[in-house]
């Protein structure tokens, strides 16, 4: 039997209506605009409304990648939702998802913990169900990192954002085919970036929440800004190595959108010009999971992208994770 083609069928992404500027971050924690845009790039982000809730902002976004795919619900065979700020602890987001969509009784999954790598990661696994089974996947990467983090914690509060991004994932005539990916764990490390508290080692006690250990997202900023430049940048290259493309033929490389200055240093490594660096960090600071779709959604609707392009992504996040994958349009 004659496999269909598969790849990237639609994209879809949705952010927040309101947007926090760096100036109101600065009347509430000491920081400055200054501080935030020279160190980040950052310059906003959007907050999710407080009725707003993750399957709220996934449900969005799934609904315009099936549009861009021109599918409708009952095309979904499966399932797979990347997010660190999950609908409820039990059961997984996938499973709201799935009915909030009105979806068949699919096989529907989160990738949890996946950090910032998650949907880049997840593509890798949706593509391969998708063409082992014929399967059409939808792959969703959501976040409302600003439910998780300390408010009044300024080393962390200001680099993070809400959004959701979305990519359907099947047969058929593809937007974009999905040529080589590559994802790597170094579990090891893992205490650099994380959050401990609420789990089966650190229980949530009154005490932990009165110390808001909750939301107490541990990150050695330049430790995590190291790696992530050399996990993204060798995760870039040997993308390209294995799909036998050279860095000069890339149209576009769509990095995890974290910090301007880490995404500087992506592309000094891989030797690109301005041109070729897709930046949307200005707007949205970091939204983990849902960075690399929203980039990728943005710079096909800026006409960043035509038809032929070869598109690298590349992401980098807690675990530490890292995944990259190259596209031709
Ligand atoms: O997606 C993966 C998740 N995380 C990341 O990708 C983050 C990666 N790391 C980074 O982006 C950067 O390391 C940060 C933006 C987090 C920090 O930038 P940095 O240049 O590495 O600054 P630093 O942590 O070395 O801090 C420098 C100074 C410190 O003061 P002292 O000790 O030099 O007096 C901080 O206390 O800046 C201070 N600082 C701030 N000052 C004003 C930290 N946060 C702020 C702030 N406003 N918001």
């Known amino acids: 039997m004659k496999r269909a083609r598969t790849g990237i069928l639609g994209l879809g992404a949705y952010v927040p209506e309101r947007v926090m500027r760096n100036s109101e971050w600065a009347a509430w924690v000491d920081t400055t605009d200054e501080w935030i845009h020279s160190r980040t790039g950052i310059s906003t982000r959007r907050i999710a409304d407080p009725a707003q809730s993750t399957v709220d902002l996934a449900e969005a976004a799934a609904r315009r990648a099936l549009e861009d795919a021109g599918l409708g ?81 300024r080393a962390t509060c200001v680099l993070f954002g809400d959004a959701a991004g979305a ?22 490390r893992s205490a650099i970036l994380c959050l401990e508290t609420g789990g089966t080692r650190r229980p949530v006690t009154e005490e932990a929440v009165s110390r808001r250990e909750h939301q107490n997202i541990v990150m050695n900023g330049r430790e995590v800004f190291k790696e992530a430049v050399n996990r993204m940048s060798a995760a870039s290259r040997q993308v390209l190595e294995d799909a036998g493309v050279a860095v000069g033929e890339l149209a576009l490389v769509v990095p995890h959108q974290a910090n301007l200055r880490i995404i500087k240093a992506v592309q000094k490594n891989l030797g690109v010009g301005d041109e070729t660096m897709f930046v949307n960090v200005q707007h949205y600071g970091n939204t983990g999971s849902a960075s690399v779709p929203l980039a990728l959604w943005e710079a096909r609707a800026q006409g960043r992208i035509r038809s032929g392009d070869l598109v690298l992504l590349t992401a980098f996040g807690a675990g530490f994770h890292w995944a990259a994958a190259l596209l031709r349009f």
């Open 73 to 153: 619900v009952d095309a979904i065979d499966e399932i797979i939702v990347a997010t660190d700020t999950p609908e409820v602890f039990l059961p997984d987001t996938a499973s709201y998802l799935q009915t909030r969509l009105g979806a068949r009784e699919v096989p529907a999954f989160d990738m949890a913990g996946s950090g910032c790598a998650g949907f880049v990661f997840g593509l890798d696994i949706a593509r391969s169900r998708a063409a082992v089974g014929n399967r059409c996947v939808l792959l969703v990467g959501v976040e409302l990192l600003t439910r998780i983090m300390d408010w009044s914690d």
């Open 167 to 188: 990519a359907v994932i099947g047969p058929g005539e593809p937007l974009a085919e999905v040529l080589a990916c590559t994802a790597g764990t170094d579990g090891s």
